[in-house]
């Protein structure tokens, strides 16, 4: 578990659901808090001691917290993309209002930030962003053809699967 590997001052998780059991699995570790919830998610990147906030949630459940830890000048480093699909001009508005610092460090936006910040003076002319999974991944040419923007919700393994 990471919370064993890393030492964080707090441990939160959205669902309340598997606060126990998270509480249980750490009772051992009493310097590590844990958390749960929507409202503990919103609270905790605003604390005082940390200056660093991880926002690996999935889907736009992140959104919120965001916002509050660049508001409250946290450093934040940015895993799922959907933050920025959801208020991408919203989120770049207040980093530059709040002088904060956003990160990404999931794999395919992580890669773009480093080819545009990288050493060098090419410029880049184009960036070609390919999807390796979703509800299309094993669709052939002509089954594309016919997909429409809704089909893009279904993802194969997600909670939107399609039944």
């Not at 009493?30 to 609270?43: D, F, Q, R």
């Not at 989120?91 to 990288?118: C, K, N, R, W």
């Not at 094993?138 to 997600?158: E, I």
Request: with cysteine; proline share 4%.
């Amino acid at each position: 578990m990471q919370a064993r590997q890393f030492h964080p001052a707090a441990v939160v998780i959205a669902n309340e659901a598997h606060y126990d059991a998270l509480a249980d699995v750490l009772a051992d570790q009493p310097e590590i808090k844990v958390y749960a919830g929507t409202k503990a998610l919103e609270e905790i990147v605003e604390a005082e001691p940390i200056n660093v906030v991880l926002a690996a949630m999935v889907g736009f459940a992140g959104l919120v917290p965001t916002i509050r830890a660049i508001k409250a000048h946290k450093k934040v480093c940015l895993a799922n993309k959907e933050t920025l699909v959801v208020a991408g001009q919203l989120i770049m508005q207040l980093v530059e209002q709040y002088h904060a610092t956003l990160l990404p460090v999931d794999s395919e936006h992580s890669a773009i930030f480093q080819s545009l910040t990288g050493e060098g003076t090419n410029e880049i002319e184009k960036i070609l962003l390919t999807c390796s999974g979703g509800p299309f991944r094993l669709y052939t040419h002509n089954q594309l053809q016919a997909v429409r923007a809704v089909d893009a919700l279904y993802h194969p393994h997600g909670r939107w699967a399609r039944r």
